[in-house]
């Protein structure tokens, strides 16, 4: 095996091809042609994050209420239950999505449903363990209050934990629809469709101003989830 | 207080009931017993145990010794639930609210420990409104903030929600934890005279129907307050108590009495006081 030694791993033409790529992000490309390819490729991107999130929540919202445990009567029951949900979300999560995206590959080959369970699996161990930590978090006095007038745990969870932690899930679901959105983007390298995909074809054909539509793109959608959740964080504050 | 003919049930009676944590002594040998439809209101200093026997007339603290009955049943075989909130309610306080919920919601939460699971999940996912919900935001008169978030409510409105939510609840007995301690004046005054007025008028579920008086035990700060709305005075002292008579005939040396920060010589007047 040949030793590579610092000088020769840099690609010589590196500092001119960086002064190209500065100089393009003030001149994308805004043809007509490069826009609606850009828009078509934003939305699929915004797809994959929002489908990758459904699966997400329907992992999470089950679980994270399973692993809070607030259901269980029994403590034995409880104990049990909650350590073993738990543990199978830290076994979702700590597992990246990128990684899960080769397994699923390997899997399913390069269609859009691997794109979507590598989003949704990881995303669904976090949001579970969230949601059981605001559950378990709520104050005790509405709960007790609750209970006085005859409420189930189930009932107290609907009534009092469940509205209690809403506000701050929202806001966490927001953030992390962003973080989707940024991953099906660089999920879309491994050739799913999507603004990742334009820019890996733009810089393979050396043209930057085009890759930058794309990122720009991308910046346009993240910024439009960060207006939406702030609308629907004011109406629920 | 002189045992009343055992054919009408008291809506609470406690006999000689002791509670003590580690070594405190809260509660010293109380015997009281309170009719169906009589107000009594709890007075005397902080610490005299007004919260720790409204606490163990709820159920919430087992007492040391004694007994406990609430609508002639004893509290110690009854688990905390339905069963034992068709007996006996506390008005929350403020804090106990879901502030996240509107109006409505919490309101109709009274009525968890008689509905199924389907029933009170409907209730929160559709704009539908029982009557009794409806009725009890009406009385005290927070019908135009029924879908308002209860968050959004000023301290006094959202003492209003807990009482409707606990004439939703419909317990024989209302217990009243300082119910306007965190309220200016004037609308202690108002809140005190709707929570007497709303406890003692108790329709019926269908017209005609005749329910049992409910029966109200509050713990109020200021005397004056306690000697305008309620019928009956209970004073504590030191985890016993002091007197026991008639609104009318507590006199300015009684409430001198038991509010002298000299202690005198621990003379609580006998229970037979009362009557």
Known sequence: MATVRPGEALHTGGLGALGEITSSAFTPDLSWDTIRLAAIAAFRTLMYAVAGMSIALLIGVPLGIAASGVLFRNPLARFGVVVAIRGFLAVLRSVHEIVWAVLFVFALGLSPVAGVLAIGIPYGGILGRIIAERITDAPERPLDALRATGASPFQVLMYGQLPIATPDLVSYLFYRLECAVRAAAVLSFVGLGGLGFRITIALDDLNYDEAWTSIYALVILVAGIDLWSAQVRRRLL | ?275
């Not at chain 2, 003919?5 to 944590?21: F, G, Q, T």
């Not at chain 2, 929350?92 to 919490?106: E, F, G, I, R, Y």
């Open chain 2, 1 to 275: 207080m002189t045992d009343t003919p055992s054919s009408e049930i008291a809506a609470c009676s406690l006999v000689d009931v002791d509670y003590r944590y580690g070594d405190t002594i809260a509660l010293r040998c109380v015997s009281l017993r309170v009719a169906p439809g009589e107000s009594v209101a709890l007075i005397g200093p902080s610490g005299a145990g007004k919260t720790t026997l409204l606490r163990v007339i709820a159920g919430l603290f087992q007492p040391s010794a004694g007994a406990v009955e609430v609508m002639g049943r004893s509290l110690a075989g009854l688990r905390p639930g339905r069963e034992l909130a068709g007996l006996v309610g506390m008005m929350q306080q403020q804090l106990d609210l879901v502030l996240q919920l509107a109006v409505k919601h919490n309101v109709q939460a009274g009525y968890l420990g008689r509905w199924g699971t389907l029933r009170s999940l409907a209730a929160l996912a559709f704009p539908i409104e029982s009557t009794g919900a409806r009725n009890a935001i009406r009385r005290v008169g927070l019908e135009d903030r029924i879908a308002t978030r209860v968050g959004r409510l000023s301290g006094g409105e959202q003492q209003r929600v807990a009482l409707a939510r606990l004439l939703v609840q419909d317990p024989d007995l209302v217990l009243a934890d300082e119910p306007v301690s965190a309220l200016d004046p004037a609308l202690a005054d108002d809140l005190l005279a709707l929570l007497r007025d709303l406890v003692s008028d108790r329709p019926g579920e269908r017209p005609g129907e005749s329910m049992a008086p409910r029966a109200l035990i509050a713990s109020v700060h200021q005397p004056e307050l306690a000697l305008r709305h309620f019928d009956r005075i209970i004073a504590m002292r030191s985890g016993q108590i002091a007197f026991d008579k008639p609104a009318d005939d507590v006199t300015e040396k009684d409430l001198d009495l038991v509010y002298s920060l000299v202690a005198r010589a621990p003379t609580p007047e006998p229970a037979a006081a009362g009557q």
